[in-house]
């Protein structure tokens, strides 16, 4: 895939769903990140256990 159709899938992306939101918790991009990990192994609600005892991740 090149350059230009990467961007056109990105372009269509963010016209069709330009305030994407997601079930996951999270309080900074890297929390984000390590939530869609975990997501990947858990449901979404297990992974919002996890993040919801009050401590941030180290570089959140």
């Known amino acids: 895939m090149n350059k230009a159709k990467r ?4 372009t ?3 016209e069709n769903n ?3 939101t ?4 999270f309080s900074s991009p890297f929390e984000l990140l390590i939530a869609v990990l975990l997501s990947a192994q858990a449901t ?3 992974v919002n ?3 919801s005892h009050g401590e941030t ?3 959140g």
Not at 22 to 25: A, D, I, K, P
């Open 44 to 46: 979404d609600v297990s």
């Open 7 to 10: 961007l056109e899938i990105l």
């Open 12 to 14: 269509r992306l963010r």
């Open 22 to 25: 997601t079930e996951l918790n």
């Open 18 to 20: 330009p305030h994407p």
């Open 49 to 51: 256990k996890a993040f």
């Open 57 to 59: 991740l180290p570089g």
